[in-house]
């Protein structure tokens, strides 16, 4: 029976470190919160939202806006592009600023890569692409698979660490598995009631080492690490902001070559009220509830990840 690596209980661990981090920012920079845009077409997105008749360089306008944008430390775009135009994808994802690209894929974990025989099934841009170059990066030997590889049970079958993003559902079943394996599934699908990954999770958990389960293992790891990379981004950007560093107050308002309350921003571009010695009582309390409101969205997710992870156990169980 295979270790299972909860993404539930890792990401919890990291949003909680998060939520520190953001705390000290924001006492050392008034007004100051850590900004992510994402950029997404044809849906609605939580920021901004392109109409599915977006042309390429309307969205490129769109990215160069949000780079240019001192308040905002990240940004998504999200794929597909669903545009009736014709819209490169590569020179749009291109075109995000290094500083504010924050949704690469992140390999976290005291488990060590190097030597190890990795095999990734799925070569999207998303999962496939990234994941094969971030493990080469980390020393390991990788093969890249596909749904139209002839012998994939067989390059399966030699993977220490296997990860699988192909987009199809419990393609990879359990007997292919290599003993001891590490076991990372990227996709999730749904399979009538059931949500199931590219990994028949029952029988790959009877021989895997460590395995991820769906849902519950890379989804709520995705989120965490997206504001996790959104955070160090707001830290890179005041190291490099003097006019940021130098809004602490540095004595107190009679102290003598001290700052008369605290300074802030002049950028009107920079997200801060400017002008203000003291933030408002309300934009405190506006601070509190969006924490609160985002502290309850969090504790619904795991609520309902719980749930699913429960169902799924039942009917495994019946299935055994």
């Given at each position: 029976?295979?270790?299972?690596?909860?993404?539930?209980?890792?990401?919890?661990?990291?949003?909680?470190?998060?939520?520190?981090?953001?705390?000290?920012?924001?006492?050392?920079?008034?007004?100051?919160?850590?900004?992510?845009?994402?950029?997404?077409?044809?849906?609605?997105?939580?920021?901004?939202?392109?109409?599915?008749?977006?042309?390429?360089?309307?969205?490129?306008?769109?990215?160069?806006?949000?780079?240019?944008?001192?308040?905002?430390?990240?940004?998504?775009?999200?794929?597909?592009?669903?545009?009736?135009?014709?819209?490169?994808?590569?020179?749009?994802?291109?075109?995000?600023?290094?500083?504010?690209?924050?949704?690469?894929?992140?390999?976290?974990?005291?488990?060590?890569?190097?030597?190890?025989?990795?095999?990734?099934?799925?070569?999207?841009?998303?999962?496939?692409?990234?994941?094969?170059?971030?493990?080469?990066?980390?020393?390991?030997?990788?093969?890249?698979?596909?749904?139209?590889?002839?012998?994939?049970?067989?390059?399966?079958?030699?993977?220490?660490?296997?990860?699988?993003?192909?987009?199809?559902?419990?393609?990879?079943?359990?007997?292919?598995?290599?003993?001891g394996a590490i076991?990372?599934?990227?996709?999730?699908?749904?399979?009538?009631?059931?949500?199931?990954?590219?990994?028949?999770?029952?029988?790959?958990?009877?021989?895997?080492?460590?395995?991820?389960?769906?849902?519950?293992?890379?989804?709520?790891m995705t989120v965490?690490?997206?504001?996790?990379?959104?955070?160090?981004?707001?830290?890179?950007?005041?190291?490099?902001?003097?006019?940021?560093?130098?809004?602490?107050?540095?004595?107190?308002?009679?102290?003598?070559?001290g700052v008369s309350?605290?300074?802030?921003?002049?950028?009107?571009?920079?997200?801060?009220?400017?002008?203000?010695?003291?933030?408002?009582?309300?934009?405190?309390?506006?601070?509190?509830?969006?924490?609160?409101?985002?502290?309850?969205?969090?504790?619904?997710?795991?609520?309902?990840?719980?749930?699913?992870?429960?169902?799924?156990?039942?009917?495994?169980?019946?299935?055994?």
């Amino acid at each position: 029976m295979a270790t299972v690596i909860s993404g539930n209980k890792t990401s919890k661990l990291v949003r909680d470190r998060l939520k520190m981090e953001v705390e000290k920012m924001k006492s050392l920079f008034s007004g100051f919160r850590p900004g992510l845009v994402v950029l997404q077409i044809g849906i609605d997105a939580k920021h901004v939202r392109l109409p599915n008749t977006a042309t390429q360089d309307e969205v490129l306008r769109s990215v160069m806006a949000v780079n240019d944008d001192l308040s905002v430390h990240g940004l998504i775009v999200q794929l597909p592009l669903d545009s009736v135009n014709t819209i490169d994808t590569e020179l749009i994802t291109n075109a995000v600023s290094p500083q504010k690209d924050v949704d690469g894929s992140v390999f976290t974990g005291s488990m060590s890569v190097v030597g190890k025989h990795a095999v990734v099934v799925g070569r999207s841009k998303i999962v496939g692409a990234p994941m094969h170059d971030l493990l080469l990066w980390n020393h390991a030997t990788v093969t890249t698979c596909h749904s139209k590889t002839p012998d994939l049970p067989e390059q399966v079958g030699r993977a220490d660490i296997l990860v699988v993003g192909a987009g199809r559902a419990e393609m990879v079943r359990g007997e292919w598995v290599k003993e001891g394996a590490i076991v990372i599934d990227y996709d999730t699908k749904a399979s009538g009631k059931r949500v199931v990954g590219d990994v028949h999770y029952a029988s790959a958990n009877q021989r895997a080492g460590f395995i991820t389960p769906v849902p519950g293992g890379v989804g709520p790891m995705t989120v965490a690490m997206l504001m996790e990379n959104t955070v160090q981004s707001a830290q890179r950007f005041l190291q490099n902001q003097p006019r940021w560093t130098s809004s602490i107050r540095m004595g107190g308002p009679s102290d003598e070559g001290g700052v008369s309350g605290s300074s802030w921003c002049s950028s009107p571009s920079c997200g801060a009220p400017c002008g203000r010695t003291e933030p408002k009582e309300e934009d405190q309390e506006k601070d509190q509830e969006k924490d609160q409101d985002q502290d309850q969205e969090e504790e619904e997710e795991e609520d309902q990840e719980k749930d699913q992870e429960k169902d799924q156990e039942e009917e495994e169980e019946e299935d055994q």
